[in-house]
């Protein structure tokens, strides 16, 4: 496994602090309509019980299509790679997304508990933090570049916020306690979690307004994430959504919303399914938990699940993905440390070539 950490990159890195010197700062908080997506409105089917099947689109109609699935391993994927990416001198480094261009953004927590968040860009490290935050995690990279992400103030609330063209915009669902933002597609479309009234919604920023996603009979409060509830992951520029709500025993769950309905979306036989990111492709990455307790990846691509286990690592945590399908996630030694990683394809195909165009296309500890 080659590794990128101090001993590999940093001679070529800039550990920079992106500070209110470099960028301008604003504070959003946006009508949300109250045309959100009701619950008695949706269509909602349960696939997980099918020994063999997954969802794999809705039609406008609600009626869900599918195929077997079978189940492969990552390393069975030809010439795939994995690379270890650690920040020069953090005890802690995760990677949540992966754009068309290369671009990794994600977390590092220094030993004095400082948490920051990263972009990986050509090789180079930068870090990201809103200024005047206590705590900043960026958790999403379209592109185009722009940036989505958590901080939480000196008041200790958390927040939201986009970073695009050296400006911090805030983003607060109206009446919430607790905003995040987690994916963004290249559209500009971002999810999250917002906390109203003590009650988790999963959430659609679209064109300046709010629109709630609330998985029906999710429930709350929950050990999970703030409120429990329903938490929206990833979006593509198809408007195709995948998050987690949580179920009984307050476990996760995952789901897809589609054409305005909702599948649930399980890995065959886990105990917890978390699907994270979704790409033009309709590739989607994750984490599930298998009845021992054991934490691995998932990429369900083309009617076939797949398995990502790092080599060495006791737990897989897959966040990202890109067009290309390479996956960025995070992974744990049995010393019990956390890094961040790359898997990269071994090939590329005719998909591969340019950027996501504008047809294209968290929370957990473990992904903030």
């Known amino acids: ?135 900043t995690a960026a958790v999403g990279i379209n592109s185009r570049g722009v940036i989505s992400g958590l901080y939480r103030s000196p008041d200790q609330k958390t927040h939201g916020y986009f970073l695009s063209e050296g400006q911090f915009t805030t983003i607060d669902c109206p009446g919430a306690t607790f905003t995040r933002t987690n994916g963004i597609n290249d559209r500009g479309d971002a999810t999250g979690l917002c906390v109203i009234e003590g009650v988790g919604h999963g959430y659609v920023l679209r064109d300046g307004s709010f629109t709630m996603v609330d998985f029906p009979g999710a429930i709350s409060p929950s050990t999970q994430w703030p409120g429990g509830g329903t938490q929206t992951n990833g979006i593509n520029s198809r408007g195709t959504v995948v998050g987690g709500y949580i179920g009984a025993g307050d476990t996760i769950r995952g789901y897809i919303r589609q054409h305005g309905n909702l599948a649930t979306m399980d890995f065959p036989g886990a105990i917890l399914t978390w699907p994270h990111r979704i790409n033009t492709r309709g590739d989607v990455v994750g984490p599930y938990d298998s009845p021992d307790g054991v934490r691995h990846g998932f990429l369900f691509s083309r009617g076939q699940f797949t398995t990502i286990d790092l080599p060495g690592a006791i737990a897989t945590f897959p966040v990202g993905i890109s067009r290309r399908g390479d996956v960025v996630g995070n992974y744990t030694t049995a010393d019990g440390r956390t890094h961040g990683y790359l898997q990269s394809r071994g090939h590329r195909d005719d998909d ?12 957990h500890h473990d992904n903030d």
């Open 352 to 363: 591969d070539q340019g950027c996501d165009d504008a047809d294209d296309s968290n929370a």
């Open 1 to 135: 496994m080659e590794k990128v950490g101090p001993d590999v990159v940093r001679a070529g890195t800039r550990c920079l602090t992106l500070t209110l010197s470099e960028f301008a700062f604003a504070v959003l908080t946006l009508p949300m309509p109250m045309s959100a997506w009701a619950n008695d409105a949706v269509k909602s089917t349960d696939v997980s019980e099918a020994a063999a099947g997954f969802a794999l689109g809705i039609s406008d109609d609600g009626e869900i299509s599918g195929r077997e699935y079978t189940q492969a391993r990552a390393d069975d994927e030809d010439g795939a790679t994995f690379t270890t990416i650690d920040f020069p001198g953090a005890v802690y480094t995760i990677a949540n997304d992966i754009n068309s261009r290369g671009d990794i953004v994600g977390r590092y927590d220094m030993p004095n508990g400082n948490v920051h968040g990263y972009i990986l860009s050509d090789g180079q490290l930068t870090t990201i933090d809103v200024p005047d935050s206590i705590f």
